[in-house]
C-alpha cells in the first residue's frame, strides 16, 4: 500500500491513520491529496474509510471520490460572489431583494440601504417588511405592491415615502421588478428593489398610502 500515490507513504503514516479509524469508532471521513501518475495537477479526493471484522480479520474499506473540480467551481464562486457583492454594495443605489415564495422575506440588503435605512442587512435578511420597519402602514404598503407584481409581472416605477428606523420620513424613486431565475426546470422568480435618494422638494406625497405624484 505504500507504493501507491496516495498520502500514506510509510508504516507510520499508515499506523497513524489506522489508529484514527479505531478511535474514530471505525468510520472516519478525511481528504487526500496526491498528483496522479503521468501528471502535474495535484489532486484532491474526499475519502471514507470503514473498519469491519470477519472472523479474526480487520478488513478496511476505503472509498474515495475525486473532488479537485467541486472545489474549483466552489472557489470560483465563492470569489464570483464577493465580487458581486462588492459591486452591489458600493454602487450609488438602494437595492434589496426579497424572495415570494418565503412569504416575501429579504435575500439581499446592500451596504448602501442599510445605511440609509439605518437597519443593518442583519436585521433584515430572512426577515419580512412587517419584521423591520417601524411603521405597519410602510410593510403593508410594501406587501400590496409585492403583491402587484406577482399578478401582474409588471414593474413598479414610482417616489414614495418610508419612516427610517431613526423615524426621520424618507423620499425615494423606487423600481420594484421580478427578475427570473431558472431553477429545476422552470423559473423561480425574487423581487428586486432598486432605490434612489429623493429631494425633499422634487415629489409631491401623500398621507394615506397612495401613489407619489412628481410634480
Same mark, same amino acid.
Given at each position: 500500500?505504500?507504493?501507491?500515490?496516495?498520502?500514506?507513504?510509510?508504516?507510520?503514516?499508515?499506523?497513524?491513520?489506522?489508529? @484514527?479509524?479505531?478511535?474514530?469508532?471505525?468510520?472516519?471521513?478525511?481528504?487526500?491529496?496526491?498528483?496522479?501518475?503521468?501528471?502535474?495537477?495535484?489532486? $484532491?479526493?474526499?475519502?471514507?474509510?470503514?473498519?469491519?471484522?470477519? @472472523?479474526?480479520?480487520?478488513?478496511?474499506?476505503?472509498?474515495?471520490?475525486?473532488?479537485?473540480? $467541486?472545489?474549483?467551481?466552489?472557489?470560483?464562486?465563492?470569489?464570483?460572489?464577493?465580487?458581486?457583492?462588492?459591486?452591489?454594495?458600493?454602487?450609488?443605489?438602494?437595492?434589496? $431583494?426579497? @424572495?415570494?415564495? @418565503?412569504?416575501?422575506?429579504?435575500?439581499?440588503?446592500?451596504?448602501?440601504?442599510?445605511?440609509?435605512?439605518?437597519?443593518?442587512?442583519?436585521?433584515?435578511?430572512?426577515?419580512?417588511?412587517?419584521?423591520?420597519?417601524?411603521?405597519?402602514?410602510?410593510?403593508?404598503?410594501?406587501?400590496?405592491?409585492?403583491?402587484?407584481?406577482?399578478?401582474?409581472?409588471?414593474?413598479?416605477?414610482?417616489?414614495?415615502?418610508?419612516?427610517?428606523?431613526?423615524?426621520?420620513?424618507?423620499?425615494?424613486?423606487?423600481?420594484?421588478?421580478?427578475?427570473?431565475?431558472?431553477?429545476?426546470?422552470?423559473?423561480?422568480?425574487? $423581487?428586486?428593489?432598486?432605490?434612489?435618494?429623493?429631494?425633499?422638494?422634487?415629489?409631491?406625497?401623500?398621507?394615506?398610502?397612495?401613489?407619489?405624484?412628481?410634480?
Amino acid at each position: 500500500i505504500y507504493d501507491l500515490p496516495v498520502s500514506m507513504r510509510t508504516p507510520e503514516l499508515w499506523e497513524a491513520k489506522l489508529k @484514527d479509524i479505531r478511535d474514530n469508532g471505525g468510520s472516519f471521513s478525511y481528504r487526500a491529496a496526491y498528483v496522479r501518475k503521468g501528471e502535474e495537477k495535484n489532486r $484532491v479526493h474526499q475519502v471514507s474509510t470503514y473498519l469491519t471484522q470477519e @472472523d479474526d480479520t480487520e478488513l478496511i474499506w476505503f472509498f474515495t471520490q475525486d473532488i479537485t473540480d $467541486v472545489i474549483k467551481k466552489r472557489d470560483e464562486l465563492r470569489e464570483l460572489n464577493l465580487l458581486l457583492d462588492g459591486i452591489l454594495n458600493n454602487v450609488p443605489v438602494y437595492l434589496y $431583494v426579497k @424572495d415570494p415564495e @418565503d412569504d416575501f422575506r429579504y435575500l439581499y440588503w446592500n451596504k448602501a440601504f442599510a445605511e440609509h435605512s439605518k437597519i443593518p442587512a442583519s436585521r433584515a435578511i430572512g426577515r419580512t417588511d412587517f419584521e423591520i420597519f417601524p411603521e405597519r402602514a410602510d410593510a403593508e404598503r410594501f406587501r400590496r405592491d409585492d403583491l402587484e407584481l406577482i399578478r401582474t409581472h409588471e414593474r413598479i416605477d414610482m417616489q414614495e415615502t418610508y419612516v427610517a428606523a431613526t423615524g426621520e420620513t424618507r423620499i425615494v424613486q423606487t423600481l420594484k421588478a421580478l427578475v427570473p431565475m431558472e431553477g429545476d426546470g422552470e423559473a423561480v422568480y425574487f $423581487v428586486l428593489y432598486i432605490l434612489q435618494q429623493m429631494e425633499q422638494g422634487s415629489a409631491l406625497f401623500y398621507t394615506d398610502g397612495q401613489r407619489r405624484k412628481t410634480v
